[in-house]
């Protein structure tokens, strides 16, 4: 009895990429989006020696004079056990300073010395030319229009 040859399948490489489903998830847009973006923001605050938490914080006591730790936790969704370290190295750094908050005889309240001023106000501007960078395909309402959108999905 003759044997029949099965046909021979080769994998074939394909010269482009089907990633259409992929680009009808939120997630898949939302994380593309934010990974071109944290890259640069990376390297235009190492300059500062500031990490994407380190610039929030500060920009957050910055705009927030006498915000507490714990306020902190809730805004960023960051452990306690973390931001605990974060605050401490910003504060060795000279840029954050703890006084008694005013209501609340248990917390203290974080504020920016001088040197932290200074900084958040240069890592703020850096931050804003990226922005337009980063998205510079965007009309300025277009842009509105996708932070108010992205904030719709986390708010």
């Given amino acids: 009895m003759a044997s029949a040859s099965l046909p021979t399948i ?5 010269d482009v990429v089907d990633n259409g489903y992929l680009r009808t998830l939120v997630g898949y847009n939302a994380r ?9 923001f990376m390297e235009r605050m190492a300059v500062y020696g500031l990490k994407v938490v380190d610039f929030s914080v500060l920009s957050l006591v910055a ?13 960023l969704g960051v452990l306690p056990p973390n931001l605990v370290g974060l ?4 504060d060795r750094r000279g840029l954050i300073e703890r006084r008694p908050h005013p209501s609340d005889g ?27 960078d980063a998205t510079a395909r965007l009309t300025a309402t277009e842009r509105k229009t996708l932070i108010r959108l ?3 999905v986390y708010d």
């Fill in 63 to 75: 705009h927030n004079p006498g915000i507490t730790s714990r306020q902190l936790c809730a805004t």
């Fill in 32 to 40: 593309r989006a934010s990974l071109s973006i944290i890259e640069v």
């Fill in 150 to 152: 992205l904030q719709k």
């Fill in 106 to 132: 248990r917390a203290m309240g974080l504020h920016l010395t001088p040197a932290g001023e200074d900084l958040c106000a240069q890592a703020e501007q850096t931050a804003a030319t990226l922005e337009i």
């Fill in 87 to 90: 605050i401490a190295a910003l």
């Fill in 10 to 14: 080769t994998p074939t490489a394909t």
